[in-house]
Nanobody
């Protein structure tokens, strides 16, 4: 079983920065994919960024150049550094861990942390 706990959300003005953290407990492996998704009000959950164990990253086009994902495998923690925030970044942000077992996988989710970008 894996438990994910996010922190770092809050209210920030446009152009500001925030850093989200997600601490994972349980059976986490360096080969697991770790990432962040978000769900804006009234919309579906969408990918923000993923990072694989060897450091390969993947970003949504809307956040490229503004957000940076990183992970600390020793501490089973994934981070999302968000800069140049825009009102459209307002959403509940969810941490995700995808654990692979051969051709199959299992997803784990955190409880979410709210990010509000507003003046």
């Amino acid at each position: 079983q894996v438990e994910l706990v996010e922190s770092g959300g809050g209210l920030v003005q446009p152009g500001g920065s925030l850093r989200l953290s997600c601490a994972a407990s349980g059976s986490i492996f360096s080969t697991d994919r770790m990432g962040w998704f978000r769900q804006p009000p009234g919309k579906q959950r969408e990918l923000v960024a993923n990072i694989f164990g060897i450091g390969i990253t993947d970003y949504a086009d809307s956040v490229k150049g503004r957000f940076t994902i990183s992970r600390d495998n020793a501490k089973n923690t994934v981070f999302l550094q968000m800069s140049s925030l825009k009102p459209e970044d307002t959403a509940a942000y969810y941490c995700n861990v995808r654990h692979y077992t051969g051709p199959t996988y299992k997803d784990y989710w955190g409880q979410g942390t709210q990010v509000t970008v507003s003046s």
